[in-house]
C-alpha cells in the first residue's frame, strides 16, 4: 500500500485498486511507528473498500488492531448506498465512559481512600461473567433494552439530571427487545450494574490542571476536586448479540472479500435494520448499566460524606453506529457513522448535544491506563469537516494482552502503582496485568495530537488516585 504524510499527524494512503476512498491516520510520527506494528493499516484500507463509503476511511490517534475495523475506525456510510458491520461497532456495544463531579477535595478523599475503594468493591461487582447489582425478569430486561436509562429513572436509579446529561438521553431509538436473541438476554440478565473485565473500570480521580477554565466551570470542573471515571459497556448481552448478527449475516449473504470480519448488511435490508434494532437495544443496556454503577457509587460517596451530591458531567459512547448529518462536498446529507473505539465530538450549536453544553460543544473523555493520567476535551465545529465528529476514545493498546501477561509481573505492576500512589483492587490478577499502563500508548501524546489537529480540545486532566478493575 501506499502511505504518505500529507501534513503534521496526518498520513494517507492513496487510494488503489478496488478502494472506494482514500484511508486517513491521525497519529504523530511517534504514533503512527506504534499503529504500524499490527495490522492497523490494512484494516483501515479495507474498511475503505466497503460499499457507500464515503469521503475516507479515518483512524485515530490511539488506533490499533481490532476484528474487522481498527480499533479507533470511523467511516460514514451513505444511507441509500451504505452497509452496516458489526465489526464496525465492535463487540461490547456501546462501551463507554461516564465522569461523576462529587465537589470533594482530594484532602478530603485521601483520609478516606482504601475505605471507599473496599466499599466501591463490594458494591460494583467486576470481572468475567460475573453478575450484577440487581437481578431483573425477563419483563424487565425487556423494558430496559427499550427504554436504557429511562427505565432506571422510572425504578428511582437516577436523577432527572442524570439522563440530561446522557448522550441521546440514554435511550437510543429504534430498539427493539426482540430483536435481540434469548441466548444474549440469558448472559444479560443478571448483569447489570456491573463493570465486566478487560480495560473496564471505575476511578477515582483527582483533576491536577485545568486547560480551558471557561469549558471546566461550565462542566462544573475544578482543580484538586475529586471526580469519578466509570468505563463499561453491555456486558454479555452486548458481545452476544453482536456474534448472533455476525452469523446471521454469515449465513445471509455470501462475501467474496478481504476480510471476513468486515461482513456487512447493507442498511436498507431487512437484516440490516435487525441489527441495527438490536444493536440500539444493547446500546440501551449499556446506558442503563453505567446509570445503575452511578447509583451505587452515590450510596458509597453518601455514606463516607453525608453532604457529597455526586453529579454527571455526561456519559458518551464509543462503540456505535449513528445516523447523522454532516457537509460533504458542499451538501448536507445524513450518513450511518461507524464509531468503533472512537468518542464523538461535536462543537457548538449541533442538536445533538445538552442544552447546557450547546454553546461550547460536547464533553469528550480521555481515559489512560491505571497509573497514566485521563483527559477531559470538548467537542470542536472543525472535527466536523475533519474527522466526521470525532477523536480518541482512550490511549490505544501497544502490544496485546498475552505480550503483557509474559512480560510484565505482578510485583511489577504493583511497585509501579505504588510509586505513583494509586490504589488498586482488581477481580482478577491476570486481568490487572494484561491492563498495565505499560501496554498501552502514550495518553498525553493521543491527547496532544487530537487537540493541534482540532478534533478534540483538551479541558482538564485528570490523575488516578484509587482503580477498580474488572
Request: hydrophobic share 35%.
Amino acid at each position: 500500500m501506499k502511505i504518505k504524510k500529507i501534513s503534521e499527524n496526518v498520513y494517507e494512503i492513496e487510494k488503489e485498486e478496488d478502494m472506494q476512498v482514500s484511508a486517513l491516520i491521525f497519529a504523530s510520527d511517534e504514533l503512527f511507528e506504534k499503529i504500524k506494528q499490527d495490522k492497523t493499516l490494512e484494516q483501515a484500507k479495507n474498511v475503505a473498500k466497503l460499499p457507500g463509503i464515503v469521503k475516507y476511511s479515518l483512524t485515530m490517534p490511539d488506533g490499533h488492531q481490532g476484528y474487522g475495523f481498527p480499533i479507533g475506525g470511523v467511516a460514514a456510510f451513505d444511507v441509500e448506498k451504505g452497509i452496516i458491520s458489526p465489526g464496525g461497532v465492535g463487540y461490547d456495544i456501546n462501551c463507554g465512559v461516564r465522569l461523576l463531579r462529587t465537589g470533594i477535595s482530594k484532602e478530603e478523599l485521601m483520609k478516606k481512600r482504601e475505605e471507599i475503594l473496599k466499599d466501591m468493591f463490594q458494591k460494583i461487582p467486576s470481572g468475567v461473567g460475573h453478575r450484577g447489582a440487581l437481578k431483573l425478569s425477563e419483563a424487565e430486561l425487556d423494558e430496559v433494552l427499550r427504554k436504557g436509562s429511562q427505565w432506571a429513572l422510572e425504578k428511582g436509579y437516577a436523577l432527572k439530571e442524570d439522563i440530561e446529561m446522557t448522550e441521546d438521553y440514554g435511550c437510543l431509538k429504534p430498539a427493539d427487545a426482540s430483536k435481540i436473541t434469548e441466548k444474549a438476554k440469558k448472559r444479560g440478565i443478571n448483569q447489570l450494574g456491573s463493570i465486566g473485565s478487560g480495560n473496564h473500570f471505575v476511578e477515582i480521580e483527582v483533576i491536577e490542571k485545568i486547560f480551558n477554565k471557561k469549558v471546566a466551570d461550565v462542566f462544573g470542573l475544578k482543580e484538586n476536586e475529586i471526580v469519578i471515571l466509570i468505563h463499561t459497556g453491555s456486558r454479555g448481552l452486548g458481545h452476544q448479540t453482536a456474534s448472533d448478527y455476525i452469523q446471521k449475516i454469515e449465513k445471509e449473504y455470501d462475501y467474496i472479500f478481504p476480510d471476513r470480519e468486515l461482513i456487512y448488511a447493507p442498511l436498507n435490508s431487512q437484516l440490516g435494520k435487525d441489527y441495527i434494532e438490536a444493536m440500539n437495544a444493547a446500546a440501551n443496556f449499556a446506558f442503563a448499566n453505567r446509570q445503575i454503577i452511578t447509583h451505587n457509587l452515590r450510596k458509597t460517596f453518601e455514606r463516607f460524606f453525608p453532604q457529597a451530591r455526586i453529579g454527571v458531567v455526561y456519559d458518551i459512547a464509543h462503540n456505535i453506529a449513528k445516523f447523522e448529518s454532516f457537509v460533504i462536498d458542499n451538501k448536507k446529507i445524513k450518513v450511518c457513522i461507524h464509531r468503533k473505539g472512537a468518542t464523538r465530538s461535536f462543537g457548538p450549536g449541533r442538536k445533538e448535544i445538552p442544552e447546557k453544553y450547546k454553546e461550547i460543544g460536547c464533553p469528550i473523555f480521555i481515559p489512560g491506563s491505571m497509573g497514566t493520567s485521563s483527559y477531559v476535551l470538548v467537542g470542536t465545529n472543525e472535527s466536523e469537516k475533519i474527522s466526521f465528529s470525532s477523536t480518541a476514545h482512550g490511549a490505544g493498546r501497544a502490544f496485546s494482552r498475552t505480550y503483557a501477561k509474559k512480560h510484565i509481573t505482578k510485583n511489577e505492576l504493583m511497585s509501579e502503582l505504588e510509586s505513583k500512589n494509586v490504589k488498586i483492587k482488581a477481580g482478577s490478577i491476570k486481568g490487572m496485568i494484561e491492563e498495565a499502563p505499560e501496554a498501552y500508548k502514550n495518553v498525553d501524546e493521543v491527547v496532544r495530537v487530537s487537540d493541534e489537529l482540532n478534533i478534540g480540545k483538551k479541558v482538564a486532566q485528570l490523575k488516578p488516585l484509587a482503580v477498580m478493575k474488572g
